[in-house]
């Protein structure tokens, strides 16, 4: 079946510090992956997106990779605040459906 | 604010008891989605509309289960005969139609408790 794991225990760094995320799956192909943000209590807010073919997404202090061989996509998050404390998670979608797949998510903690 | 809202955002219920939830999504998409999380867990997904049409269900919508979008605009989730296990946040999101790599912008959630 399919599989789509996040680092389960909170990633802690220090504010300046580039965080990374990581996203494997398995038993999968998808056309797209989407990462998001999540606040206790709220919604997920959309972040970024990234299609099959590309191997790299940035918008502002963030960038994404997509490696479709190792199955893997990595978040990083440069330079960063307290304020990006929250939980981060990718969603995959496929080509010939709208509906997204959710990994459990990864808790980044940044102390001042 | 014209991103996606949802009514109530929470709501306590006994067991056995019926449940509405409403969303109205961002005005000019035409794709709609209802998800449920749980805690610890990503949102799972339940069923998706497009315009007044529901193209989609997961096997997770039971038959208490049941969603419409009946001029393509908001959209009502109701469960019939809660139990315990429905208690959950129960997230919308909408969406633009074009080609499926659109980004699914989310409502903050109506978070369901039972009794």
């Known amino acids: 079946s399919q599989k789509i794991e996040q680092n389960s225990e909170a990633l802690n760094i220090q504010e300046g510090k580039t965080a990374t995320l990581t996203c494997n799956y398995t038993n999968y192909s998808p056309a797209y992956l989407q990462w998001y943000r999540q606040d206790p209590g709220r919604g997920p807010v959309f972040l970024l997106l990234i299609r099959e073919n590309e191997k790299e997404k940035r918008k502002e202090r963030l960038k994404v990779t997509f490696d479709t061989t190792l199955k893997q996509s990595l978040f990083h998050i440069t330079a960063s605040q307290p304020a990006d404390s929250a939980t981060y998670l990718c969603?995959?979608?496929?080509?010939?459906?709208?509906?997204?797949?959710f990994g459990k998510g990864t808790m980044l903690l940044v102390s001042p | 604010d014209t991103g996606v809202s949802q009514n109530p955002r929470h709501k306590i219920t006994k067991r056995g008891q019926n449940v509405t939830f409403r969303c109205d999504p961002i005005?000019?998409?035409?794709?709609l989605y209802w998800y449920r999380q749980t805690l610890g867990q990503g949102p799972e997904f339940l069923t998706y509309f497009q315009n007044e049409a529901q193209l989609e269900k997961s096997r997770l919508l039971s038959d208490r289960f049941s969603a419409e979008r009946p001029k393509g605009s908001f959209s009502t989730l109701e469960i019939q005969r809660t139990e315990q296990g429905d208690s959950a946040m129960y997230l919308c999101a909408s969406s633009l139609k074009g080609n499926s790599n659109q980004p699914q912008h989310f409502g903050d959630g109506t978070r369901l408790s039972i009794l």
């Open positions: 969603a995959l979608g496929d080509s010939g459906y709208s509906t997204l797949t």
């Open positions: 005005s000019e998409h035409n794709r």
